[in-house]
């Protein structure tokens, strides 16, 4: 019982003995020995491969049998013993022998007919029928194209039908058989060194034309041709773009000098303005927020930050107009250096003004109100002596500023609530609260917190603003009043106290602003309102 294999050649499986195995595989190894090394080896090897599948194929019958020693031995018969291929001199007289006897088996190889896709104009069926009949194909298609203009429409037919049924000879093996020959080793050898070397010739007439040089001589002028029109286009974008950047520059520089020239109009003059109104001096302002020196310190590191990009586009500019050479490095470094410097310089400020906000303190301070024989506490604002002197457009958390006299002065609404109090009196909390770089800071900036209230029988009367003393820094100050009602009594607010009540808690869930010209009563639950009080 011997041993069976499955293989697969060309993509198509087989079963083989072991015998027949060793045989095939010896012989393949020869071929692939033989002509691994050349360059088209591999195309030859395997168009040989595939005509040994159509071999086998036949032999098997397309069926499920087991490829035998004897199969093996035919196909290798077939297509051509070591011998019939190899070169070596010492078997120089086997190769003889070999090719006449090839010759013999050539002369008998029955022709197949084929569509020759090498040689097609349309679909290869005149030159395939050329090959056939061993006629040239240009005189079939001369047939075919006279038959066509004579009327004759049968050989349009023709040609498509044979064009549907005759296969097209995709394999060198099938190409062979188109002319009569044997797929056989040497033959497939032969005929792809064949299509190489016609390809190879093919393109070596073409190099060697005189269309050729033409060509490359056209060719070469047109690349010189654009080259030198992109060198003007480039060129002449260049200096397009050298002087958009010089206009840029200039236009830039003077709008950027005037701005330092006329002071604090380069932080309105521009973008950055938000619709501030021009008449307030934002130099003025700034100084409110900042510590000394720390403004005009910014302003110079701003200068040099915006400048030096300013003087960049003017040479960068120059340079592309008139194309001078610079080779002074130190300038560029030094310049860089300075830009450096002056970026390190505003983040130290900036850091250094962002640390007067890194600590909170507060102070608290309750006086008492004297109501004790009034049911109701009446409360009312001061009239408001600064609305029209107030730039609406500045504010920070309630804070506001209003020019007073050519000076610019910070002023804030300060938030009021009303609680339950615990102690049987009317008593008012004034939280004052503050930042600053440390608590003692943050105390200092609180102590600048300068906020009034007068009291009349039963009306307190309560500013409508806190002020910061003169030459104080914004640190965020905050003031907020919390009136402690005790259970029992009243509390009216009149229209104007809108204005700073703030989250006013009531059993009856009013709004606010819904709250005032309204009385409230104080009970267990909370402030209540209570229309039935005169």
């Given at each position: 019982?011997?041993?069976?294999?499955?293989?697969?050649?060309?993509?198509?499986?087989?079963?083989?003995?072991?015998?027949?195995?060793?045989?095939?595989?010896?012989?393949?190894?020869?071929?692939?020995?033989?002509f691994g090394t050349a360059i088209e080896g591999q195309e030859i090897l395997q168009d040989i491969e595939a005509r040994i599948a159509e071999l086998f194929i036949e032999k098997t019958g397309n069926k499920v049998e087991v490829v035998t020693n004897e199969?093996?031995?035919?196909?290798?018969?077939?297509?051509?013993?070591?011998?019939?291929?190899?070169?070596?001199?010492?078997e120089a007289s086997a190769k003889t022998q070999a090719e006449g006897a090839f010759q013999d088996s050539e002369q008998k190889t029955r022709r197949r007919l084929y569509r020759d896709g090498e040689s097609r104009v349309i679909g290869g069926v005149c030159?395939?029928?050329?090959?056939?009949?061993?006629?040239?194909?240009?005189?079939?298609?001369?047939?075919?194209?006279?038959?066509?203009?004579?009327?004759?429409?049968?050989?349009?037919?023709?040609?498509?039908?044979?064009?549907?049924?005759?296969?097209?000879?995709?394999?060198?093996?099938?190409?062979?058989?188109?002319?009569?020959?044997?797929?056989?080793?040497?033959?497939?050898?032969?005929?792809?060194?064949?299509?190489?070397?016609?390809?190879?010739?093919?393109?070596?007439?073409?190099?060697?034309?005189?269309?050729?040089?033409?060509?490359?001589?056209?060719?070469?002028?047109?690349?010189?041709?654009?080259?030198?029109?992109?060198?003007?286009?480039?060129?002449?974008?260049?200096?397009?773009?050298?002087?958009?950047?010089?206009?840029?520059?200039?236009?830039?520089?003077?709008?950027?000098?005037?701005?330092?020239?006329?002071?604090?109009?380069?932080?309105?003059?521009?973008?950055?303005?938000?619709?501030?109104?021009?008449?307030?001096?934002?130099?003025?302002?700034?100084?409110?927020?900042?510590?000394?020196?720390?403004?005009?310190?910014?302003?110079?590191?701003?200068?040099?930050?915006?400048?030096?990009?300013?003087?960049?586009?003017?040479?960068?500019?120059?340079?592309?107009?008139?194309?001078?050479?610079?080779?002074?490095?130190?300038?560029?470094?030094?310049?860089?250096?300075?830009?450096?410097?002056?970026?390190?310089?505003?983040?130290?400020?900036?850091?250094?003004?962002?640390?007067?906000?890194?600590?909170?303190?507060?102070?608290?301070?309750?006086?008492?109100?004297?109501?004790?024989?009034?049911?109701?506490?009446?409360?009312?604002?001061?009239?408001?002596?600064?609305?029209?002197?107030?730039?609406?457009?500045?504010?920070?958390?309630?804070?506001?500023?209003?020019?007073?006299?050519?000076?610019?002065?910070?002023?804030?609404?300060?938030?009021?609530?009303?609680?339950?109090?615990?102690?049987?009196?009317?008593?008012?909390?004034?939280?004052?609260?503050?930042?600053?770089?440390?608590?003692?800071?943050?105390?200092?900036?609180?102590?600048?917190?300068?906020?009034?209230?007068?009291?009349?029988?039963?009306?307190?009367?309560?500013?409508?603003?806190?002020?910061?003393?003169?030459?104080?820094?914004?640190?965020?100050?905050?003031?907020?009043?919390?009136?402690?009602?005790?259970?029992?009594?009243?509390?009216?607010?009149?229209?104007?106290?809108?204005?700073?009540?703030?989250?006013?808690?009531?059993?009856?869930?009013?709004?606010?602003?819904?709250?005032?010209?309204?009385?409230?009563?104080?009970?267990?639950?909370?402030?209540?309102?209570?229309?039935?009080?005169?």
């Amino acid at each position: 019982m011997k041993k069976t294999f499955t293989i697969n050649i060309s993509g198509s499986v087989f079963h083989i003995d072991d015998d027949a195995f060793e045989k095939l595989q010896k012989y393949l190894q020869l071929l692939n020995r033989h002509f691994g090394t050349a360059i088209e080896g591999q195309e030859i090897l395997q168009d040989i491969e595939a005509r040994i599948a159509e071999l086998f194929i036949e032999k098997t019958g397309n069926k499920v049998e087991v490829v035998t020693n004897e199969m093996v031995d035919e196909v290798i018969a077939r297509m051509g013993k070591p011998e019939d291929f190899m070169e070596p001199e010492e078997e120089a007289s086997a190769k003889t022998q070999a090719e006449g006897a090839f010759q013999d088996s050539e002369q008998k190889t029955r022709r197949r007919l084929y569509r020759d896709g090498e040689s097609r104009v349309i679909g290869g069926v005149c030159s395939g029928l050329g090959a056939y009949f061993n006629i040239d194909m240009v005189i079939l298609r001369v047939i075919f194209v006279v038959l066509f203009f004579l009327g004759v429409g049968a050989s349009f037919l023709i040609y498509i039908i044979l064009w549907i049924v005759v296969p097209k000879a995709k394999t060198t093996a099938q190409r062979l058989e188109m002319r009569g020959k044997e797929a056989t080793v040497s033959n497939i050898e032969k005929s792809i060194k064949e299509e190489v070397t016609e390809i190879g010739d093919s393109y070596n007439r073409f190099r060697n034309s005189a269309s050729y040089e033409k060509g490359v001589t056209r060719m070469d002028r047109f690349g010189d041709v654009v080259g030198s029109v992109l060198r003007v286009v480039v060129r002449v974008v260049v200096l397009l773009f050298g002087a958009a950047l010089l206009i840029g520059g200039i236009v830039t520089l003077i709008m950027f000098v005037t701005s330092l020239a006329v002071g604090h109009s380069f932080l309105q003059g521009g973008p950055w303005n938000f619709g501030w109104d021009s008449n307030i001096n934002m130099a003025n302002i700034i100084n409110h927020f900042v510590s000394p020196g720390a403004y005009t310190t910014s302003m110079i590191a701003i200068s040099i930050l915006v400048g030096i990009p300013i003087l960049i586009l003017l040479f960068i500019g120059t340079k592309l107009l008139f194309r001078y050479k610079t080779n002074n490095k130190l300038i560029g470094l030094g310049t860089f250096a300075v830009w450096l410097l002056a970026l390190i310089t505003l983040i130290v400020v900036g850091v250094s003004q962002a640390e007067n906000f890194s600590k909170q303190t507060s102070q608290t301070v309750t006086q008492n109100v004297e109501c004790n024989q009034c049911k109701t506490l009446y409360l009312e604002m001061n009239d408001d002596l600064y609305e029209s002197l107030i730039e609406d457009h500045i504010s920070l958390d309630r804070m506001k500023i209003a020019e007073v006299n050519g000076k610019e002065k910070l002023l804030g609404h300060p938030r009021f609530t009303i609680e339950q109090s615990s102690t049987g009196e009317f008593l008012l909390q004034i939280k004052k609260r503050a930042r600053g770089s440390n608590t003692d800071d943050a105390q200092t900036n609180v102590e600048q917190i300068d906020y009034n209230f007068t009291q009349k029988d039963s009306t307190l009367l309560l500013d409508p603003y806190y002020f910061l003393k003169e030459n104080a820094k914004w640190r965020q100050q905050e003031v907020s009043m919390i009136l402690k009602v005790p259970e029992g009594k009243s509390v009216f607010m009149n229209e104007k106290m809108k204005s700073i009540i703030y989250d006013i808690e009531n059993v009856n869930n009013m709004w606010d602003g819904d709250m005032v010209g309204k009385k409230w009563i104080m009970t267990a639950n909370g402030l209540a309102l209570n229309d039935s009080i005169q």
